[in-house]
């Protein structure tokens, strides 16, 4: 019995595998992107975390009954916790500016095309229809819609599929300028974009996200959980009379839920599945997608400026690309960079609303297609 | 090569769906703001926001936002920290005035029983205060 | 494929059917009550949603693995969320005024009159005998008994007796007034009570939730649910020393609870079964309920003011259906109409109490006589 | 027609197991008050209000009952925002007051922890710098 | 069917038994600890509540789909719960002093003796082994662990193992001081410790629960889970840039558990099972490992003293037992009854901090060696 | 007796174990601290203080900043109400300021600052504070 025990004891050190060393050097990296560079640190962290904890020897934490399985079939199996973060998302965003420039919504169609972009590139990769589209969505360059999309259709590549939309994401602020500036003139950025003064009524308000819902929802119905999620959260935002329920949907809940969902996708980044060529091929893509999204975004705005004689910002096309709100945020640096008495913030905010919803549509529309003829 | 169909296909399927989806969108939108009435569009406006700004649990957060204190009289600035307190205050007190104005028709429960213990216990002991003081 | 996939791209628009579209106007209609006339948004704002994203053609929220699927086997089918719910409001209700006038009691009994009337009204309908349980609960005017109730003795009648049973809730102020000025004399409604001067001790609120425990979860086993969670809020309440459970239990918990309770209850108002004769017929015996439950409080009220030589003012009888705390507010209302100086509030708080307590007993009664003799 | 009769029978032992529980509870009350310390009883009473108001986590909860300000000068009512600012100020205040004076029994371990972080770190930040202050 | 409903009406108070009674009493007791005395009411309030729900006569609650039954599934089974607290507790302690005097780590391994002591006595009044490493885990006088070994080992002893376990750290400020002063001079006593003045960064702090993790977890894999899930909480805390997590892990989500927790364990106490000689032994027992873990701290600390030629306040050495951080409070108190100038309060809490640690690996590690041997 | 010898044979390996494991931390410890950067480690643990500070949606965290309020002429304290009250007005400006100024690198989403660990801040404080004070 002894000697069988003292192997026992000794089953950790032997059970280290090179692989769970180099998760942990990976986690390493994610944490400190999340802690020194703040990037995206509310889900990087957890993930970074949950990869350590799935990595050490004979984890008892992915094991069945272990914590993190516990939270992964709570949540990420069955599409509940990115569905619940959409409704706190939707509690949080204002579709005021998007409200008063619908024309906003083309470009936040624009910013979807890096999704079938990718999609296309990752088939001639020689990865299967199911995993090329899971892959495109990181196009959606929307956090939760990556996680649903590629939850259903690859569940194997959750981890770095995820990893990438939230570090991109992260990277926008970076990534964007330098092709901002590439496909815009110094003369257009500096185009002043007339201040949209209407006042969108509370009414309207509160009938925006109903109508999205039910228009989606019935021409999309894939669509309608993300969308459904989405809106839900606005609606109790806008109605003003729940506010109970707004804040435990974009606080306490959206925050129990952010961390659940990052441990258990960190827990999905076991390095035996990890560590493959595809995993690098997937962060390539990502970075495509990105660059492809923002490309088009820009390009459709610069042809609305012609049609507008010159009075429409192409900058603004950048924010299409949904990575709410930091998208925005980025077009007023840019612009801002050019001249600083510009001010295209509210009409970014437009189109980088626009483009959140755009997302969750990309993302049903991307399941209705795949899963309709993946089989 | 049929993969690549495949992904021209969905490309342009799923774009096509996409653009139809935001256009019609845009319609909708277009349609809803034709009937927008503006003052009172803005009225409410105002109130949602507010609303909404207690909403978030953080009455107090955008307080500092909210009012612009100017010395009347032409003098220095205030104080951040005062602006501050003063922002606090008017959240709060605006809160209880919503809550204790509310219509009989608002409902208390069960959820905004939490504000009702807060602020209408106060508005119901002062009134039983007032009861017990009327002898004198 | 291309031709399947068309089909499968306009399965939303052609599996959009009339039921579907009528129950967008109940949604409709329901979220006007709930956000223009402020009628318990907070549970009829998720109710609506429920049913505007349940009744989505093909709506995946409602499939095998749909979030409302999800949140409905998690909370409604087990029981657990009106129970958490009922935790938070024992820990919000403050029963001092009962303990103050521990005769109101009786009140808070005769308020559940209603409940059996109506059963009886039911079953002469042609309801089943569970059916019409089910819906004689709406008189307990009190949500989550209500929902524990018709829960498990008819599942599918959930949708229609909840709304039923929030909606009238929230006209509580509109309802009874003129039951209450038809049922008494200008001059009784003028009766000024004295106040109940009487402290109570701490212990003595400690003990309350204890003794009531022990007391009804002895007699009526099928009660203890319901007045177990109660009293369990409400003893962690008056422990004071754990305020921060009696917090979450108030504020956290109730509101996540709420949110998915509502959007759960919401899904299952599908249109095909929604949209029955029955259900006109439940709303209809519904404010009959209300209206009994009222009346006999009222008539109780005024044998005791005639026993107790004119010096209880029978409006108080009104506040015995539970609805808390409405009801004890309508009654200070119509009572300073008649008298401005008159303040029968804190007494009206006693008999709502009562009510509140009342409505569990009688829930748990019910379940006990209709579950053991229905099979 | 043997469902009206059910419905009958179940009204008429329905009503009355109610009824006969709540009068059982009625007895049971008068016996406990039978029992009442008034004295004592009043002060944990209002003791157990505070807490209870503390309880609600929102110290902002019983600002306007606390707060009966005056003008001692008989000078003008102070305006609600600074009267608001002020509750905030002395529901926190009693909060710390209340929890730094817990007794040594006092559990902090798991839950209270919360309140130990927010005050009682204060006041062991207080003994510790005494500590680094002693020296000089 | 009269009779048999009548039989079935009274079913609530024939049903009820001595035994019922007897835990109606007991839970009464621990409602007195927890109201009155503040014994941990967090934990002991929720228990005894849910002591008396299960002990109802026919409690529906413990049926199938009971409430308790619910919430013993969803946490306790599963250990779900006790680790979820971990992530609290760990979001909650500041390793600060701890990093500033590393030796302590040696009174916090001694603090641990008691766990393996007690154990044995346990084998020699007839328990099986793995009932007596269960009834061994209260010497780590650390609720969660006790919790989540005991839950794994023995789980029909949860009941009065956890009852024991946080009675007596609530009872740390009454058992520990005559040991301590009985094992140590007034002129240890009085011993000054020179302030550890060094400063620890805030990258050492954000490394220690990464590396903690990565050793214990790879030595002791049966460990990974209680030090994991205490060492992301402290990763959260230390690394600054996720509050949102930090909050939510340590309030809203560690109320809600803590809440649940209590009253699944309270709902394991029902008479027929917890009134056993055995509970006796175990309460008894308890108390033993108490001592000891006390005695052994001290005696190690007494040592260190010796070697450190007398700079080493041999009180410390009681604060190595965790119940964290009331350990290292009476410690203070202890020393300033001798010399009112004397703080050793942050060299206690390096030593208490270690307790805490030491407590999860003792439990890990008594997982491995019996369930290694058990079967 | 076999259950005394597993019982001993546990207790040695298990003891055995656990302070190989905490030595085993004692050096990783001891290894960490030998390349501690005091300057830049002080610095960080200023802002993270800050963080930390503001994290808490709960005013009361910066308690510490509340003691040092002192009147600078000498006059006599201040209320302990206006005391706190100036202490949350400076918690909340800050905030507002902090959230107002983030650099668009922050990531506001899901979560922006609004509540976390409590805690934190004390402990931290007293130790930048004892930071700052060495110099002099
Ligand atoms: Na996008
Ligand atoms: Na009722
Ligand atoms: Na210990």
Redesign the interface.
Known sequence: MSDATIAQLLAGVTGLTWQAIVMFGVAGILLWLAIARDYEPLLLLPIAAGAILANLPHSPLIGEEGLLTILYDAGIENELFPLLIFIGIGALTDFGPLLENPRMVLLGAAGQFGIFGVLILALLLGFSRAESASIGIIGAIDGPTSIYVSGQLAPHLLGPITVAAYSYMALVPVIMPPIMRALTTPAERRIRMAPGGRTVSRRTRILFPIGVTLLVGTLVPMAAPLIGALMLGNLMRESGVVQRLTGAASNELANVVTLFLGLAIGSTMVGASFLQPGTLAILGLGIVAFGLDAATGLVLAKGLNRLSGGTFNPLIGAAGISAFPMAARVVQRVAQSEDFENFPLMHAMGANAAGQVASAVAGGVLLALVAGSAV | MD??G??????F???G??????????L???L??RF???G???A??R??TD??R?????A??????RIAIRPTDGGPPPE???????????A??AE?RRLQA?????????????F????V????????QS??R?PR
């Open positions: 993969d690549l495949f992904g021209l296909w969905v490309t399927v799923g774009m769906l996409v653009f139809g989806l935001l256009v019609a969108l845009w909708l939108l277009s809803a703001l927008e009435a503006r009172p569009g803005a409410d406006e109130r949602a609303e909404a207690l909403a978030t649990g953080a107090v957060a955008p307080a500092p936002e951040p920290a005062l602006v501050a307190a003063i922002g606090v205050a008017v709060l007190h209880s509310a219509p009989a028709m608002r409902s208390y429960w069960p959820g905004s029983l939490l009702a213990s807060r602020w216990s106060a508005g119901r002991t002062r009134q039983s009861w017990h009327r």
